[in-house]
Structures are given as C-alpha cells and as structure tokens.
C-alpha cells in the first residue's frame, strides 16, 4: 500500500540520534502543524556509547543547520577547536617519529605538483610543515580564527573536540524545543511487523505502540531494527582493520589554564594507539587495540604507561577506566524497507581519523534532503543511499589501513598489518600508482568524497613514502610555481602565528560571549 511520509520515529537517543532528528526537523519544518513529524525514543536505561569526542571541519555546517550558535555549543558542550590529528610513532619503534594530517589541504594543492617540488626542494623539512600553515598553529596551540572571524567560519580550516554526554544534552534541549521534536524515554520491547515487509510500529514499555511511515535505527551496538529485526548482517573488516577494544578514560589538567592541543594525538602502540583529545576542563584519552594480539591488561598497562608521562602513580590510581568491545564491520545494507540504521547501528571501524559522526552527518543529511515523498518510491531512496554509503565505507575502511601498511614497527600486530592479504585490493592498486605520481582528484572522483586525495598525501609523505625519489628527473615542468605556493605558506605561516589567539584565549571568549 502505498502512502505519504508524513511521520519518522527515531529510536536511539546518542549523538547519531539527535543529529539525526536535528538534521531532519530543520529541513522539514517539523516545529510547524504541516511539517514531517519526528518522535526520537531513548531509552532511560541502556547508556550511550559516551564517547565520539573528535569532529570533522563538517560539524560547523551540521550545527549551523540545526540552529545551535558556535559560542553556545562551544560553552555547552565544553568544546575545543580541532585542526587535524598528529601520528606519533607510527612509522617505527626504533626513534621517536610524528607527523601531521591537518584540515587544511597542502597550500596549492591541485595548482601544481607541490609534492615533486617538496621531495626535490625541501624534504628536510616533514610534507605538512613545508605545505601547509595549520601544522605550525597546531605545534603553538594557536586558535583556526581571530576573535572577531564570523561564527563557523575560520582563518584555517576546523572542526572540535567535545564533550560528548553535553553535546547529547545541548542537542535534545535543542531539538524539543526550536525544532518541534517529540521526546519519549522509554524501553523498545518489541518490534511489530513482518520481517518481509516494512516495520508496522514499535512497542515500548510505557507508551504502547509507535507507528510510523519511516523507522531510524539509531540504537547504537544494540542495532534493534536493522539486526535484531530485519537481520541484515554486519560485513566484518576485522581482517582488515585489527582493533576491536578500546579503553577510554577522562584526565583532568594538571593546571587550569594548561595549553589546549588544537589536534588530536595519536601515539602508536605495539598492538594498537592512543587518542589524546583535549577539552577545555580536562582530556579524554583511550587505548585502542586488537583483542587477538594484546590481553585486556596489556592494553591497560600500554594505557597506564602513556598517562604515567605527565601523571602520578596515585593520581592515575584515581580515575576511572571504561572498557568497551565492537566488532569492526559495516551493514551489508543501511536502508531496508522502511528503517535506515544510521550510527553505530550502521557500522562502527576504529575511532582513527574520527570518521564515525562525519557518517552520521552525511547519513542524517542524505536522509533530510532526499526524504522520499511515499513509500512506493522508498525503494529507489533505499537503493541510492546503499550504493552510496557503501562507497563510503570502502572508502573510509581504505584510508584508515593506509596508517598501518607503511609502518615499520616491528611487533607481530605491524608486521600483519602489512600482509597483502590484510589490504584491500583498490588500495594496493594505488600504492603501485603513487609511486610514480602523487594522489589526485582523479584518484576520488565523487561529490563528497570521505577522504580527499590530500589527506592521503598527507599520510603517505608523513610515513616516509616516496613518489618519484628525490634522485630521479621531475617530471613535471612547474617548478616556479611550486615555489610560489611555498613561499606563499612560509609568509601565511608567520602571519597567523603572531595574528592568531591561542586555543584556550578563543574558547574562553567564546564562553564569556555566551554568558
Ligand atoms: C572507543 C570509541 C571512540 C570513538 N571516538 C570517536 C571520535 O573521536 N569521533 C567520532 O566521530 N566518533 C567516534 N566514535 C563513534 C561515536 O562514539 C559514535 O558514532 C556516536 O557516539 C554515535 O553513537 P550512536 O548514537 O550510534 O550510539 P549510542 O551512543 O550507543 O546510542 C544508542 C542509543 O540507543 C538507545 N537504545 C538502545 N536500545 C534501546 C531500546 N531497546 N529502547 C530504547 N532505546 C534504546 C540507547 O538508550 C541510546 O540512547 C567512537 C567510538 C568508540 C567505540
């Protein structure tokens, strides 16, 4: 039977939840009588997952859309500003090693072959430092804008760091009350409907049965709808991409005003790394790692080791450790009948380059725009937002094993990461491609690519990969304007760093602002 989609029910109250019904209520009008009408339920019992502190540069558009002003998310959700990640020893284990994939493409990127001229001219100095400013902020803890730069808009490319429990709160409040979202915490008991046809309605605990024309599973790892239901299975990566654990703790600043990093931090481990986020009240800081090659209380002792830095034994004695277990994979497929998994629901690969909530936004977003108008033609909905995530994926689930296959370190975890049969066939094709010629846009040729050919050269040329070594001709005949856009960033460099505030002197004007 075919009939208009007038009702959603979102089901999962974590971040992919209300971005989700943020992202829907704001397009389709949903505060007015007219508009598409959004029920999000949650559950008061089952946690979210309570991590997800790193963003992409996209949030500032996701948060725009929905409503929510910079200083207010700022000061809510005790956020900071993010201008990329820093890989520390991730390309040995014999001396100390980092380099940099910031936000900001190389500066000239796709004007000339900056990667030729660097290997020829400047390789004493890291890929990222030579071609691009925002590393150069990120060493001083410098701020992507000015105090006066515009809400969401920077002098260098950015995304944040958040508290992620606030920035649930900050959205539910939000989206019940500007955007006409309806809330209902209660229990999902049971799911009504043919397993062969769309879903009915669900049954909950308090509130009997919630019909509706289009069923969001944002349930995180309990997948309710898209696996408990319909069974659609998870296509694992496990082969791939090793890490299925992670410990994650919160460590407050030894001083108030400390510096806040204005990247995240990667540190390399024998069998996985460590994120280093910092907030502005305090840092969240995890091991991930592979359960098949490290015990639980390996990866706490790698942990403990790492917080023993810049920690006392009694101190670190204090905190609290949460353990948390995934299966790395994505679902065979995302929208089925009439219920789209989106969020953990929908896949989950290791937190590496922070690309969980990025899919959630492009998911949400797909969603809100192409909202089909009826259910006879969810079908066709249904299929191009397969084809596409499914892409994405790929494409996500390539980038992160690129960190891995250039690595020399040397424990088992590394040497496995770097056997052919753990990397994807695309990948190994460009690896042989690279050689001779530097990442492109002919390498990523979607509208909205996951990961642009820039921040694959970052990671290459930050590894120590050589495309056309230093000693062989150039190829290419661009030699002058190469070193245009050099000198270029050499000046932009210099005027950012004396122009900018420090990440902490923005956020707390920020704060002040809100107040
Ligand atoms: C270690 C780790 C680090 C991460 N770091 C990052 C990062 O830096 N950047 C990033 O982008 N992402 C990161 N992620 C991913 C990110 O945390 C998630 O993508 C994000 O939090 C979205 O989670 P979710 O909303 O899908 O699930 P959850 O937060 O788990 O929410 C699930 C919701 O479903 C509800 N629910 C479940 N069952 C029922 C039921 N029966 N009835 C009613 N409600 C129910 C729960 O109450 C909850 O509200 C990380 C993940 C992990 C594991």
Known sequence: MNKPVKKIVIVGGGTAGWLTAGLIAAEHNSQ???????????????????????????????????????????????????????????????????????FLAPHGFGKSNQVDYWCKQHNNQSFAHALSYQPHLCDQGKAPKQFQTPPYAGVANYGYHLNAGKFATLLTQHCVSKLGVKHIQDNVLKVIGDTEQDIDALLTQENGELAADLFIDCSG??????????????????????????????????????TIAS???????????????????????????????????????????????????????????????????????????????????????????????????LSAKMIAKELPANTAIMPITAKRFNQRFNYRWQRVIEFLKLHYVLSERTSQYWQDNRKACSIPERLKELLSLWQYQPPSYNDFTEIEEIFPAASYQYILYGMGFETLPKTTESRYNNQQVAAKYYQDNVQLTHKYLSGLPSNRELINYLVAQYK
């Open 32 to 102: 007015s009588e007219n508009g598409i009408q959004v029920t999000l339920i949650e559950s008061k019992e089952i946690a979210t997952i309570g991590v997800g502190e790193g963003t992409w540069p996209t949030m500032r558009e996701t948060l725009n859309t929905i409503g929510i002003t910079e200083s207010e998310f700022v000061a809510c959700c005790d956020a900071s500003f993010k201008q990329g990640s820093q890989f520390v020893n991730w390309r040995n284990d014999s001396q100390p090693d980092s380099y940099y994939h910031p």
């Open 221 to 258: 790892l309990h997948a309710l709808l898209i696996s408990k239901h319909y069974q659609i299975p998870l296509i694992s990566q496990k082969d791939v991409l090793f890490n299925d654990s992670a410990i994650a703790v919160q460590v407050p600043y030894a001083i108030e005003d400390k």
């Open 263 to 361: 990247h995240t931090i990667s540190t390399a481990h024998d069998y996985g790394w460590i994120w280093d986020i910092g907030l502005p009240t305090r840092r969240g800081i995890g091991c991930v790692y592979a359960s098949d090659y490290a015990t639980d209380q390996q990866a706490q002792e790698q942990l403990t080791n790492y917080l023993a830095q810049f920690m006392s034994t009694d101190d670190i004695a204090k905190l609290t450790f949460r353990p948390i277990k995934f299966s790395p994979g994505y679902r065979e497929v995302f929208w089925h009948k009439n219920c789209v998994a989106v969020g953990m629901a929908a896949g989950f690969i290791e937190p590496l380059e922070a690309s969980a909530l990025a899919l959630v936004e």
